[in-house]
């Protein structure tokens, strides 16, 4: 192979790495571009999440709030339920016997 055979392989082996190398350019600025955008998506995310917590914490006070007031109702009605069934025996009493 001649010189000038070796320099024009030379040069198209040069200008095939140059395309190479600007469509790994081209990649690299698509990748860097794809990641930006995850960031993007993840930050939001993070927010997103740290909104559910906080409605979570809300949510639970209010639960709890609302479990005490069941609680207290509950005793209510234990001492109604106490309270009628103290007076059943004395209301029977009371009624006179059906006539025979």
């Known amino acids: 192979m001649g010189n000038d055979a070796r320099l024009d392989r030379m040069e198209h082996d040069i200008a095939t790495l140059k395309q190479d190398v600007a ?5 690299v600025s698509g990748l860097k571009s ?9 930050s939001g995310l993070k927010s997103d999440v740290g909104g559910l917590k906080q409605s979570m914490t809300e949510v ?32 029977i009493a009371a009624v006179p016997p059906a006539a025979e």
């Open 34 to 42: 794809d990641v930006s955008g995850l960031k993007s998506d993840v």
């Open 23 to 27: 469509e790994l350019k081209t990649d």
């Open 60 to 91: 639970k006070g209010v639960l709890s709030q609302i479990q005490q007031l069941m609680a207290r109702i509950d005793g209510r009605m234990d001492e109604q339920r106490a309270t009628i069934n103290a007076l059943i025996p004395t209301r």
